[in-house]
């Protein structure tokens, strides 16, 4: 994954993520929409069939940055949880 930053300034990021499709971007759109200090997230990729999308962000209060840190981390939480019941789940079922 390649990521080239277009456009920053204190409340606004425009990213070009290139390696990465929808299956990264998506949820991460989700969970910066999510949050109240987001005014505006959104993912745009150039051609289905080329792994090279645009995210754009823009803040009300907090900066870019620190909303774009946020949702990162509510994902990784996320992904962890899941992961730790999958393995107790798939414990359970071979025990």
Known sequence: MKLKVV?????????????EGQ???NPLKEKLIQDDEVEYAQVVADLPTISKSSLFLKTKKETSLDALKKATADLRKE???????????????HA
């Open 23 to 25: 299956t990264l971007l």
């Open 7 to 19: 456009k920053k300034s204190e409340k606004e990021l425009e990213m070009e993520i290139v390696g």
């Open 79 to 93: 992904t962890k949880s899941f992961r730790t019941a999958m393995n107790k789940a798939l414990k359970e079922k």
